[in-house]
């Protein structure tokens, strides 16, 4: 049982982004210290299907003091844009106050102090409380594990990604895409894969010596919800064996795919998809692109 300061810790820090954007009275609510546990978990509905998307968490299973990076290198057409700018450009940019909860979690500047105010962020309890919610007022809301999931605590490392299986099976996922996941190697992937109660996405996850899709991970898979006949296609991180020591997964290669990926889309759309989403750990500007070339996503 997390302590009101906690809560209120966490939830000013967040809920920031609502007053930053303009949704409801959540700022002017945690200034007072009115804000409540209801007023954090009120969302409006709209349309006939919902998407709950989490990725990175890293293990992390308990909330943490957490900085933004002071540097996010944008290059070309990317440079001087969203998600590349950082700190006092990007507090101007949206008309962040210095000091106030979106400062702290939005930008790196003056973390010390501000983590002393706020303190920390972030935990899978507040997580499962958020997806609670949602699925509440949308039961039929499909949870969608962007990866890298399985890595980056010691109780992770210790139980070679077990605990965080467990947390994502016991919050009803319903499919997920991969990253350091397989920096627990290729053995450790494919057994836990053999456990899930969800598919495993990856179109670009090829067999190394083939040039196939690899057997263990589907291109897509399909959900019938709100009305509506949903097609989910994974996308793994296209750089794996280069940011991750190739050695732990030799029968992997990986890459962006953008040919392939338009054939899986064309597929399940041939297949009577109403939807196309792409479950992807590009990353935004690979995605961007991806998304400029691919057609009927």
Same mark, same amino acid.
């Given at each position: 049982?997390?302590?009101?300061? %906690?809560?209120?810790?966490?939830?000013?820090?967040?809920?920031?982004?609502?007053?930053?954007?303009?949704?409801?009275?959540?700022?002017?609510?945690? #200034?007072?210290?009115?804000?409540?546990?209801?007023?954090?978990?009120?969302?409006?509905?709209?349309?006939?299907?919902?998407?709950?998307?989490?990725?990175?968490?890293?293990?992390?299973?308990?909330?943490?003091?957490? =900085?933004?990076?002071?540097?996010?290198?944008?290059?070309?057409?990317?440079?001087? &844009?969203?998600? *590349?700018?950082?700190?006092? &450009?990007?507090?101007?940019?949206?008309?962040?106050? /210095?000091?106030?909860?979106? *400062?702290?979690?939005?930008? *790196?500047?003056?973390?010390?102090?501000?983590? $002393?105010?706020?303190?920390?962020?972030?935990?899978?309890?507040?997580?499962?409380?958020?997806?609670?919610?949602?699925?509440? %007022?949308?039961? %039929?809301?499909?949870?969608?594990?962007?990866?890298?999931?399985? *890595?980056?605590?010691?109780?992770?490392?210790?139980?070679?990604? &077990?605990?965080?299986?467990?947390?994502?099976? #016991?919050?009803?996922?319903?499919?997920?895409? !991969?990253?350091?996941?397989?920096?627990? +190697?290729?053995?450790?992937?494919?057994?836990?894969?053999?456990?899930?109660?969800?598919?495993?996405? +990856?179109?670009?996850? !090829?067999?190394?010596?083939?040039?196939?899709?690899?057997?263990?991970?589907?291109?897509?898979?399909?959900?019938?919800?709100?009305?509506?006949?949903?097609?989910?296609?994974?996308?793994? !991180?296209?750089?794996?064996?280069?940011?991750?020591?190739?050695?732990?997964?030799?029968?992997?290669?990986?890459?962006? =795919?953008?040919?392939?990926?338009?054939?899986?889309? /064309?597929?399940?759309?041939?297949?009577?998809? %109403?939807?196309?989403?792409?479950?992807?750990?590009?990353?935004?500007?690979?995605? $961007?692109?991806?998304?400029?070339?691919?057609? +009927?996503?």
């Amino acid at each position: 049982m997390i302590s009101r300061r %906690d809560f209120l810790q966490v939830g000013m820090a967040t809920t920031a982004i609502y007053g930053a954007s303009g949704f409801g009275n959540f700022s002017r609510l945690a #200034a007072q210290q009115k804000l409540t546990q209801d007023d954090l978990l009120k969302f409006d509905t709209y349309g006939n299907v919902s998407l709950i998307h989490i990725t990175d968490i890293h293990g992390q299973l308990k909330p943490i003091y957490f =900085r933004e990076p002071e540097i996010n290198l944008g290059v070309g057409n990317a440079t001087g &844009q969203v998600p *590349h700018i950082t700190g006092a &450009q990007f507090r101007k940019m949206y008309g962040i106050n /210095d000091g106030s909860p979106s *400062h702290y979690a939005l930008t *790196h500047n003056d973390f010390s102090a501000l983590a $002393k105010e706020y303190g920390r962020l972030g935990g899978l309890d507040r997580v499962a409380t958020v997806i609670k919610a949602i699925r509440a %007022d949308r039961p %039929d809301a499909i949870l969608l594990d962007g990866g890298d999931t399985w *890595h980056g605590s010691y109780t992770c490392h210790h139980t070679q990604g &077990q605990d965080m299986v467990n947390v994502m099976n #016991a919050l009803n996922t319903e499919a997920m895409t !991969f990253h350091w996941e397989f920096t627990l +190697g290729s053995d450790r992937v494919h057994e836990i894969i053999d456990t899930l109660p969800f598919p495993a996405l +990856g179109q670009n996850i !090829f067999d190394a010596e083939w040039d196939e899709p690899a057997e263990y991970f589907k291109p897509y898979t399909f959900f019938e919800r709100g009305g509506s006949k949903i097609a989910v296609i994974g996308q793994a !991180f296209p750089y794996m064996p280069i940011a991750n020591p190739g050695w732990m997964f030799p029968e992997y290669s990986f890459g962006i =795919r953008d040919e392939n990926m338009q054939a899986m889309v /064309d597929e399940v759309r041939g297949l009577g998809a %109403d939807l196309v989403v792409v479950l992807s750990h590009n990353g935004f500007d690979v995605d $961007k692109k991806m998304a400029s070339i691919v057609t +009927g996503i």
